[in-house]
Every structure is written in structure tokens, then in C-alpha cells.
């Protein structure tokens, strides 16, 4: 039995995933000193309101743009992954082959 199509894992998307997983660690950072009134997760950082709304917001910010790079990324590989789609859905349902779908389309 064949696999799924699945996304090929490129030097791009683990380093985009890494950037991700930083604004994921600014934002705990910055949010530990809402709920603790201080660092607790650094040492002495954050230590006032400012910090801690900069490396909240700017942490959030990261984590969109790097997961927005990701999907970009994984989009470029759709046409090879429907290619290999299509021919495993080939292979396990012969039977439904070139058949149109029950809305006639």
C-alpha cells in the first residue's frame, strides 16, 4: 500500500518552523510577566508593561509571518502532490476512475 501525499520537508520550512518556534517563545516571555508580574521566564526580562506588550506583539508577529512562509511553501509543492495523489487514488479505487461525482460535476 502506498502512502498519502504528503509535504516534502525542505531547509526552508524547518527554518521558518524555527522562526516559529522563536515568536512562540517571545510570546510566552511576554505573557509570563502578565501572569507573574515579572520575568518568569527569563530572568529579569521583561520588567515593565512596554516589554512586555513589545515582545507579546512582536512575537505574535513572527509566528504569523513564519507560519504564512510555511503555507507558501507547502503551496509550491501542490502540483507534485496532486500528481501523486492522483495517482495513488488511481491505484486504490480503480472502480471510481474518470467517474463524475454524484452533483454531476
Wanted: proline fraction near 6%.
Amino acid at each position: 500500500m502506498t502512502r498519502p501525499s504528503l509535504p516534502r520537508l525542505t531547509a526552508r520550512i524547518a527554518a521558518y518552523a524555527l522562526a516559529d518556534i522563536f515568536g512562540l517563545f517571545c510570546v510566552v516571555t511576554g505573557a509570563s510577566w502578565f501572569a507573574a508580574g515579572k520575568g518568569a521566564v527569563v530572568a529579569n526580562f521583561p520588567n515593565s508593561l512596554a516589554e512586555a506588550v513589545a515582545c507579546t506583539a512582536g512575537g505574535a508577529a513572527v509566528m504569523v509571518w513564519a507560519v504564512a512562509r510555511i503555507r507558501r511553501e507547502i503551496a509550491r509543492q501542490a502540483p507534485r502532490l496532486t500528481a501523486r495523489g492522483d495517482a495513488d487514488n488511481a491505484a486504490r479505487h480503480p472502480d471510481k476512475l474518470g467517474r463524475p461525482d454524484e452533483d454531476g460535476k
